[in-house]
Structures are given as C-alpha cells and as structure tokens.
C-alpha cells in the first residue's frame, strides 16, 4: 500500500510539474508571437435582424503554434493573467487598423469592434496606445467599437468609468459584452456610461427551448430600449433562434448563423456577396 501510495504521488507530482512547464512554455511562445506580432485576427459580421445589413465586424485574437490553433479562451486568460494582455489587444487594435484601411480600399467600410480586457481599462497607458494607433491608420475613433466583459477588476469604477467616457467623447463605442452572466449589475450602464449591450450567447442558445431564458433576453432588450442602447444577440446558430428574436424585436444579432469569423480576405469578398 506504502509503495502504491508513493506511485500516486510520484505521478501526481510529475503531472503537476508537467503543467507548470507546459504553462511556462506556452506563455514564453505566446511572449514571442506577440513579439514577432504573429497574432492575427479573424473577423466576425454583424448583422441587423430587420433588413439584414452588415451593421460591423468583431475582430477576434487568433493564435497558431506548430499548425495548431490554441483555443483564445487558453491564450487570453494566460495574457491576462501575466500581464500580456494590454500588449496582445494592442497588437489586435493594430491589425484591425490594418484591416479597416484594406476594407476601406476595398471598397467594403464598417467599424470594427475590439475586445478589451479588465486590465487594459486600468491604466491610461491602453487608451493612449489606442488613439497613437488610430492616428497613424488615419482612423476615425467612430469606426471603432470597445467590448468589455464585466469581470471583479471591472469594479474599479472611479479608475476604469473616466477612461471609458473620454473614449466615448471622442466617439468610440463601448459594449458591455456577454451580458447577463458574470458580474452583471446595471451600475456599469449607468456608472461606465455604455453604449451597447451584447446579450450573451448561453441566453441565446436556449432561447427557442426555455421560458427562464426567453424571459431574460426580453428583459434586456427592454433595458436596451429603456437607456436607449445598441443591443445585440450574440451566438445566434439556427434560423428560429434569429426569428425568434426579430419578433422580440432585437435590433441585431451575430452568430453562426450569418458567418463564422472569418480572414479579413475572405470578409472582403463575404460582404461583396452579401450586398449583391
Ligand atoms: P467573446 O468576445 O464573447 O466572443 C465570442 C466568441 O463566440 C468567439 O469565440 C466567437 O468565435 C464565438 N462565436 C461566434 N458566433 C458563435 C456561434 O454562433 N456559436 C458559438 N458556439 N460560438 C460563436 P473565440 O474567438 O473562441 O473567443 C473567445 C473569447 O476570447 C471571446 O469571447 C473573448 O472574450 C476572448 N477574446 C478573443 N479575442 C480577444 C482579444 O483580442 N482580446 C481580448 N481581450 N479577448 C479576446
Ligand atoms: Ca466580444
Ligand atoms: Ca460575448
Ligand atoms: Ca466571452
């Protein structure tokens, strides 16, 4: 038994180490991408539910080591938690610069929206890089949209509300994002001065099957409506999802349904196709 005991230990420490060095090596890879700026993006439309037009884009944060796609929930949270993340979504507003200015030329104009992380709302330092990056890309801050996920740092109120304000001041947008989970309170609508909504994904997946969720969706579109917000339905993946919240009279919605992020090349000729 002494002996089987001291195998299980011997295995679990092994394990445990093995997690730690994959951790180190994953965050030094992700040190150079970032780096070397081989982060790139893939954009996702916006669409609204009524006439069916492109209203925007998402720009999400794509990473590939050895060929191989590392999930951003894995990518982000090990930024996030090393004090990457402001350098990667600054990496990201620089690609999306980028990719507004190919758009731009091609012909196919729409803002793009950026995801922000708790820490980047804390220090000037990100909304100083920002409006450095748009400058350069001779971008206009209007065709820009901030997504904020509602996290514990986000409560710093009196730090993170002046940054977001003077961001809309200068006409950016800021969506409070998968809202409804989380940290949600209605202090960051009236507090953090937003702009929009992004209803999240797991109430949108239910809708078409449960009451409880069908309830929750309706009440946000009525708070949307109430504070005069832009709401969107995110993860929207069947036809009765989308008409289920055009009777609810969403005013847009993203998802699946529509398209899947996509290359900046490939969104040029889907919006080419989609406004014929
Ligand atoms: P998010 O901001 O809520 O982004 C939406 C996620 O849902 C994306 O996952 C998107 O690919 C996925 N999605 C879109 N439509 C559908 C659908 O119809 N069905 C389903 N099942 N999924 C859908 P992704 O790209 O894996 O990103 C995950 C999360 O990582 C994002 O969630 C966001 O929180 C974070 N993230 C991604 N890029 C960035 C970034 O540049 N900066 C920061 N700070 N966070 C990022
Ligand atoms: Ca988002
Ligand atoms: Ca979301
Ligand atoms: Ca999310």
């Not at 990719?99 to 729409?110: C, E, F, L, R």
């Not at 006409?171 to 309170?185: A, I, R």
């Not at 005013?251 to 919006?271: E, K, N, T």
Request: proline share 4%; charged share 25%; glycine share 4%.
């Amino acid at each position: 038994i002494a002996n089987r005991q001291k195998l299980n230990y011997l295995r679990f420490e092994s394990h445990m180490e093995s997690d730690i060095s994959t951790r180190a090596k994953l965050l030094s890879e992700l040190r150079n991408a970032i780096h070397q700026q081989s982060i790139f993006i893939e954009i996702q439309p916006k669409i609204n539910l009524h006439s069916g037009s492109i209203t925007g884009f998402e720009a999400l944060a794509r990473w590939e080591l050895n060929n191989e796609r590392i999930p951003p929930d894995t990518f982000i949270l090990l930024a996030e938690t090393s004090g990457l993340i402001t350098k990667l979504d600054l990496l990201v507003a620089e690609k999306v610069a980028q990719a507004i200015q190919k758009m731009t030329k091609a012909g196919v104009s729409y803002p793009i929206a950026i995801n922000a992380s708790a820490p980047d709302l804390l220090h000037n330092d990100y909304r100083h890089k920002l409006f450095e990056i748009l400058d350069e890309y001779h971008i206009n801050p209007n065709q820009i949209e901030l997504e904020i996920t509602e996290t514990k740092a986000m409560r710093d109120y009196h730090v993170i509300a002046p940054q977001l304000r003077s961001m809309i001041e200068m006409g950016m947008k800021v969506s409070l994002d998968d809202f409804g989970t989380g940290y949600s309170s209605l202090a960051y609508i009236t507090d953090l001065a937003a702009t929009g909504l992004k209803i999240d994904r797991s109430f949108i997946q239910k809708l078409t099957q449960s009451e409880a969720d069908e309830k929750v969706v309706d009440m946000i579109l009525h708070l949307g409506r109430f504070f005069d917000l832009d709401v969107i339905a995110e993860g929207i993946e069947t036809p009765e999802q989308a008409e289920r919240l055009k009777q609810m009279n969403c005013p847009s919605g993203q998802g699946y349904l529509f398209a899947r992020p996509m290359s900046v090349d490939s969104a040029i000729q889907w919006v080419k196709l989609h406004n014929k």
